[in-house]
């Protein structure tokens, strides 16, 4: 474990990410269309090429950035005590802290087989810098390790938090729960198990927060029907996600599964959400990403007495892509990250 220091930069990803991202995706599928044997290619060699295109991340720092870096301090590292491989987390927090801060646990995206919690440095730094502290954990990825794998370290990093929360700074009655891409699937799922112990069950989790009282769930781009996902029109898209899902679920069929069913968090809104819900932010780009998912949950969630803030883009404007709001050299980033700011200070107080 590497001590507590000043925050460094993190380094810069290129200017068209998220469209490398498709670019390697799409030479795959040409690959694939030049195989008599489509079905030859498993979920790991797919998963392996996915995680590839995820390194380095997708986020740019803002103007200034360099000024907050020196606010804040990183633990980085701390073995949370997961039964799993990779049970670690990132903790910032702002250098300068007087008494306890509210708390946000993040899970990184990657699509269930990539991404890193450093890929979150950036907008952790931003968020730390204003009074925030920021816990990131990383998890086994598939396919080495099968769903529901990543939502058992989530309460095994939760349990870590609470345990220690006197000692790391945190206040425990200020925690906002957050998650991007597939994190963001994954933090909701886990936040609904927690209101709502016999969906926990159903899966095979015992709640570890049950009746805690989160002060608010943020999630980014992510993806809540799984249904959608393996129906994609999209040939291309349809063949990553249906390998994707198979590497996470260990099914090749696991769009017809009872487990992937229970995935669809838009299909599970707990039972008496409104009371047993925080309020929840959700955000999502217009292209090459999950807005008819994320429009899908909010309306339901809005449906079931919830409270929902929401930030989303008109696609005759401007085109924005999956996982923007990491790109904080934007002008959509930062309106995303003011919006939250926005989220968070209301419901701290």
């Not at 802290?97 to 087989?113: C, D, F, K, R, T």
């Not at 992510?222 to 291309?236: F, I, N, Q, R, S």
């Not at 299909?267 to 009371?275: E, M, S, V």
């Amino acid at each position: 474990m590497r001590g507590c220091r000043a925050a460094r930069s993190a380094p810069a990803a290129a200017p068209s990410a998220s469209r490398r991202v498709l670019s390697v995706l799409a030479a795959f599928f040409a690959l694939v269309l030049g195989l008599s044997n489509a079905d030859a290619l498993g979920p790991d060699s797919i998963a392996m090429m996915v995680r590839r295109s995820f390194e380095g991340g997708m986020a740019k720092a803002p103007p200034g950035h360099e000024a907050l870096e020196a606010k804040v301090k990183i633990l980085e590292n701390l073995d949370y005590g997961s039964a799993s491989p990779d049970g670690f987390l990132d903790l910032y927090t702002p250098s300068e802290a007087e008494g306890s801060l509210p708390l946000i646990l993040w899970v990184h995206g990657g699509a269930y087989v990539g991404g890193d919690k450093e890929d979150n440095r950036i907008l952790s730094v931003q968020l730390a810098a204003r009074g925030y502290a920021v816990a990131v954990i990383n998890y086994r990825r598939a396919p080495e390790a099968l769903y529901p794998s990543p939502l058992l370290q989530i309460g095994e990093a939760w349990r870590f938090l609470s345990l220690r929360a006197d000692s790391l700074g945190l206040d425990l009655g200020r925690v906002f729960l957050a998650g991007d891409s597939a994190g963001a699937q994954m933090i909701a799922q886990w936040a609904f198990f927690q209101a709502d112990p016999e969906y926990a069950r159903r899966v095979g989790i015992e709640p570890v927060a049950k009746g805690f009282k989160f002060r608010g769930l943020l999630l980014f781009c992510g993806p809540y029907d799984l249904g959608l996902l393996a129906g994609e029109k999209d040939p291309v898209k349809r063949y990553i996600y249906r390998r994707l899902g198979w590497a996470y679920f260990g099914d090749k069929a696991w769009s017809r599964s009872e487990a992937a069913a229970l995935a669809s968090v838009v299909d599970h809104i707990p039972r008496g959400a409104a009371l047993s819900l925080p309020p929840v932010f959700i955000t999502d780009a217009n292209t090459h990403s999950f807005e008819e998912h994320g429009r899908l949950l909010a309306e339901r969630l809005e449906a079931a007495g919830v409270p929902v803030s929401m930030l989303f883009f008109p696609r005759s404007e401007v085109r924005i892509w999956h996982e923007y709001q990491f790109r904080l050299d934007t002008l959509e980033g930062r309106r995303c990250l003011e919006t939250v700011l926005g989220f968070l200070e209301t419901h701290s107080e």
